[in-house]
């Protein structure tokens, strides 16, 4: 069997793969980058099905449109206006045609890499970034180059000087709650991104799951938000949406936002992949914002992730001290830690990681994230699927590992 050569680019995910380690009983994962399934609206989702199959069973269970299902794009583009808590700094004018339904944010990316990378073109993202992006990048046989960050997001002035040397084809950035990294990027560096995107004439990809699942005080505007401020700068956006992290992951609905040229394109190879998204899951969907209960499950799933942020990051200080750094996330779902190797303790989280599966408890080592330089030190723990007797119980064990 003779494979295709674009998969000499490309190798399985190292969070993919870590998971078939977790079999042990009793272990406490913090390696999962998903909501918890305790947290899923199951009567509000149970009530839109039975709605759906009752108001239009034909549009539900037929095939659809390969740009989505119409009253779904209605109701995201309502949702995108009013962002389900009616912070009017953030909301976005864009009409249901201003966007197409995708089978998760991922296959927005996907799309992407289908519509703009040629073998051999740059494409510059966070250093580090979203494992399933440098993968999804490389596989079109793009060249990934990492832009430094801290926890204040990616360093523009570094990242102009990428985008003069290089010219990537486009920049692939996660403003807010990133993942891996739980940064957020300030507004200033936010209007300056759109700002080198219409001085270069280069794409900005803004991939934004977690904006909505912020801890007291709300993020900056995205970037898509601002774009308003920064003459010409829409022209150059790309914005990939989801409803994975806040209502359900199994439903796969996302969404994207672009110029409509590039959206007819990724329409086009759209339909050569899955002919449409899932019409059942989009007129659930649908329903389910119609409906009005995404505010309160918001709020609900920002009440409980907080505190089981804030008690991860005591933990952290408590139990392991100055043999971790960390910045304490704002929103999202992850911590960003680095090991030290204060007092002879650990330096390499690939070495922690495997000791930790020893005593009972799971976390995803960093190098993975990076395009190219990987800091051995780094570790993502996410605090989304253990409650907080288990974040307890489990920083304990990391203690002991360490």
Known sequence: M???????????????????????????????????????????????????????????????????YNPLREQLSAFMGDRGDGRRENSVKVAPDGLIVTTGSQQALDLIGKTLINPGDKVIVEAPTFLATIQCFRLYGAQVIGAPIDEHGVKTDELE?????????????????????????????????????????????????????????PPPPSILALSAQVSGSRDWLIHCGSLS????????????????????????????????????????????????????????????YGERARVMGECLKRELGDAITFTQPGGGLF?????????????DAGELAKRAIEQGVAFVPGAPFFAHDPDPATLRLSFATADVAKIVEGMGRLRRAL
Not at 24 to 32: D, N, T
Not at 39 to 59: C, H, R, S, W, Y
Not at 272 to 279: E, Q, R
């Open 161 to 217: 000087k990428l985008i003069a040397e290089h010219k990537p084809k486009f920049v692939y950035l996660i403003p807010t709650f990133g993942n891996p990294s739980g940064a957020t990027l300030s507004l200033e560096r936010r209007k300056r991104v759109l700002e080198l995107a219409v001085k270069y004439q280069t794409p900005v990809v803004e991939d934004d799951p977690y904006g909505d699942l912020y801890f007291g005080v």
């Open 245 to 304: 992290k806040v209502l359900s992951p199994g439903l796969r609905v996302g969404w994207m936002i672009a110029p409509p040229e590039l959206l007819a394109r990724a329409t086009m190879c759209k339909q050569f992949s899955d002919a449409h998204t899932s019409t059942f899951a989009q007129a659930t969907a649908a329903q389910y914002l119609k409906a009005g209960r995404m505010p309160a499950t918001l709020a609900k799933v920002r009440d409980v």
């Open 335 to 347: 911590f960003w830690a680095r090991l030290t190797g204060a007092n002879g303790k650990l330096q």
């Open 2 to 68: 003779h494979y295709a050569d674009r998969l000499n680019n490309v190798e399985t995910s190292a969070i993919r793969e870590l998971f078939k380690l977790l079999g042990k009983p009793g272990i406490i994962s913090f390696a999962g980058g998903f909501p918890d399934s305790a947290m899923f609206d199951v009567d509000g989702i149970q009530e839109a099905v039975n709605k759906a199959l009752t108001d239009e069973p034909g549009g539900a269970l037929q095939y659809g449109a390969t740009e989505g």
